[in-house]
């Protein structure tokens, strides 16, 4: 029987200054037991995604700091960091991330540490990780995340229209690797429907690479030498129109994104934690320039040591919250419904976290304790 993992939680009502969210997130970071792992003076990278650009869905600079003081209470020497997008966006290379990051409040001033661009300017400080999985023999690994002694992922859990859902696992794997690394993990092939196509636009107007036009007839077409596969498009057509074929090309997705993640970690054998906020649990990744309404209400913040557990565990508590009927569910969905797969019903994110159970990243069965 596979043992279970302890997944610590706090809920989020508050009745003093001790149960502030700081106080929730110094509380979660010492009952998981973060210090022990920490050696002095060492390098802890404090993994994170700072939002794109229009986005305010990340997890606030000011709940970081408090990871970033424990750390140092702990003799660590805390760096925050992430690395650059596939895509064009705000963060796409060390400069104009950096700038996104500032103007999101990652600072000296309020977090503490300094922010890193883990890949470099461009995604060039890579090193190659040998995992020898089903889909890689090696992965390719931002240097700066390779060459830390010790890291905390703190995530914001929210669905994703590729993966169902991100949270622990899916801040590993894409968050971790640089273009090329991301790249070997899409790897997937997008086209039009054109008999479906009303000629709406939207996706040209979404798509991060400009890598799609309407053609005389006003269908959409694809320039397949630009997109990058990162699914904006599927998000935005009204027809769904837009298609990959999801029946032999998502569970193998899944299982790239997977191996990623266990790359990420792989030189870290317990010398990672994890912290999880299952709150603004918007529909789509903190990756597009805009946030929506959430589609549950707020449910608290998680640590654990165990990517699989923590993951396993915001989806159960976000499966049994009562889905939000302003959001993008469109109705009110009865507790114990799947929120994510009602959205984005082409993928079952949960075969992820059954996946990286197989390879040893963890386990799916865990013990909920209430901080
Ligand atoms: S998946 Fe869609 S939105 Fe993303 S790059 Fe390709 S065409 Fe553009
Ligand atoms: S969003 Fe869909 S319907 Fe609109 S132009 Fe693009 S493919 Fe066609």
């Not at 009745?15 to 210090?35: E, Y």
């Not at 925050?80 to 705000?90: A, F, P, Q």
């Not at 461009?122 to 700066?144: M, P, Q, R, S, W």
């Not at 912290?275 to 589609?295: E, G, K, Q, R």
Request: glycine share 10%.
């Amino acid at each position: 029987m596979t043992e279970k993992s302890k997944v610590y939680i706090s809920y989020l009502r508050s009745k003093g200054p001790r149960t502030n969210k700081g106080a929730k997130i110094r509380g979660l970071f010492d009952i998981a037991g973060f210090a022990d792992f920490i050696a002095q003076n060492e390098l802890t990278a404090v993994k994170l995604h700072v939002g794109e650009a229009g986005n305010d869905a990340y997890v606030s600079p000011v709940l970081v700091r408090q990871i970033v003081d424990r750390i140092k209470q702990a003799g660590g020497r805390p760096f925050l960091t992430d690395t650059n997008t596939l895509y064009s966006g705000s963060r796409h290379d060390a400069v104009s991330h950096l700038e996104t990051a500032l103007a999101h409040g990652f600072g000296m001033e309020v977090t503490g540490a300094p922010f890193i661009v883990a890949d470099g300017l461009h995604g060039g400080n890579c090193k190659k990780v040998k995992v020898d999985l089903e889909n890689f023999d090696t992965v390719h690994i931002a240097g700066d995340i390779v060459d830390a002694g010790s890291m905390i992922v703190v995530s914001h859990f929210k669905g994703h229209e590729m993966a169902g859902f991100g949270g622990a696992l899916k801040n590993l794997a894409m968050g971790c690797a640089p273009a090329v690394g991301k790249k070997a993990q899409h790897d997937l092939c997008f086209k039009v429907k054109k008999e479906g196509c009303i000629g709406c636009a939207a996706c040209t107007l979404v798509c991060p690479q400009h890598a799609i036009s309407l053609d005389a007839n006003r269908k959409a077409e694809i320039d397949a030498s630009l997109c990058i596969g990162c699914g904006e498009c599927l998000t935005v057509c009204p027809k769904k129109t837009i298609e990959i074929d999801w029946e032999t090309e998502i569970d193998p997705f899944l299982e790239r994104m997977v191996e990623y993640a266990y790359g990420a970690t792989v030189n870290k054998k317990n010398k990672v934690g994890y912290i999880t906020l299952v709150v603004n649990v918007t529909p789509l990744c903190d990756c597009v320039p805009w946030s929506d309404a959430p589609i549950v209400p707020d449910i608290g913040f998680l640590a654990s040591t165990d990517p699989v557990a923590i993951d396993q565990a915001a989806y159960d508590l976000v499966k049994a919250a009562e889905g939000l009927a302003n959001s993008a569910l469109g109705k009110a969905l009865a507790a114990g419904t799947d929120k994510f797969m009602h959205m984005h019903d082409y993928v079952d994110g949960t075969k992820a976290l059954a996946y990286a159970e197989k390879i040893g990243m963890g386990s799916r069965e865990y013990e909920l304790i209430e901080l």
